[in-house]
């Protein structure tokens, strides 16, 4: 954080927080710059990738099914199939329009990430848990970008509760701290996240799924944006609200009135 005014007592000193000052508006600046760079990279990247995808496709296509070269050509369609993916989730970031915040009531974009995800969660071994509390106080917020974090932690879960017998996914609303803060929970009876990974799911690009299936993108542009809407995110360890639960993440944001 900067200095307190009160606190500048020399000239030094009060070059410095300029300095500081200086330094911290650049480096948003240069964020910015970069955020729009890379957006504009990979959308000059994304025609020879389709080409590369598009040949490999033809390419298998014609081969015999005992072709020697068959899989080194499922490779090259597997490889540009990542780096598709890894793309477009960038793409995702470096497009997040800036300044749209408006007072959101967070089920909504909730029920529409679950809309979203409607065909994936679909199945006699899934079973939904919703609680949406209707009478939530609204957060300020970028509606789709708060849908963009729920479908990724829904997703994830969706991932996690592969191969559990009985899955569940939970999606819960509720107002906390008087009405100041809401909350979030989403949990699923998952594969679960060993404590030692707890911290590193955030970092970009940790991942531990097979390379066509994740990024390692998913959480840490969820966390980007619940940061900049002045929220958390976290793991939390158990809560007696969540019955059977092995992965609980927990975003509490400011509300608004
Ligand atoms: N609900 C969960 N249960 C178990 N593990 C999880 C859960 N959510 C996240 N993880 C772990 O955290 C890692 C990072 O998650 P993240 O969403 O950032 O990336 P990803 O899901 O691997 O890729 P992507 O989101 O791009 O598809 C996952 O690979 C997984 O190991
Ligand atoms: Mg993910």
New binding site residues.
């Given amino acids: 954080m900067g200095m307190n005014p009160s606190e500048i007592k020399t000239q030094e000193e009060l070059i410095k927080a300029f300095e500081e000052t200086k330094k911290q508006l650049l480096q948003s600046w240069k964020l910015a710059e970069l955020g729009m760079m890379a957006g504009s990279i990979i959308h000059e990247l994304n025609q020879p990738l389709f080409g590369i995808k598009s040949f490999a496709q033809l390419i298998l296509e014609d081969l015999r099914e005992d072709s020697p070269i068959r899989r080194q050509v499922e490779l090259i369609l597997k490889q540009s199939i990542v780096m598709e993916k890894i793309m477009g989730r960038i793409l995702e970031f470096s497009r997040r329009p800036k300044g749209e915040f408006q007072p959101v009531n967070i089920n909504q974009p909730i029920e529409a990430a679950l809309e979203l995800m409607s065909p994936r969660l679909k199945g006699s071994n899934i079973s939904i848990e919703k609680s949406l509390d209707p009478a939530l106080p609204k957060v300020m917020g970028d509606s789709n970008q708060l849908q963009q974090v729920s479908v990724?932690l829904i997703?994830?879960a969706r991932?996690a509760i592969d191969g559990v017998k009985k899955g569940i996914i939970g999606v819960k609303t509720s107002s906390i701290n008087e009405g100041k803060n809401i909350e979030i929970l989403i949990y699923d009876n998952g594969c679960g996240i060993p404590p030692v990974d707890s911290k590193r799911v955030f970092e970009p690009f940790y991942?531990t799924?097979e390379a066509e299936k994740?990024t390692?993108l998913?959480?840490f542009i969820s966390r980007e944006i619940i940061n900049g809407h002045s929220g958390r995110i976290e793991i939390i360890e158990e809560d007696a609200r969540v019955p059977e639960p092995r992965t609980v993440f927990r975003i509490v944001l400011p509300a608004c009135y």
Wanted: no cysteine; aromatic share 0%.
């Fill in positions: 990724n997703d994830n991932d991942s799924k994740g390692g998913g959480l």
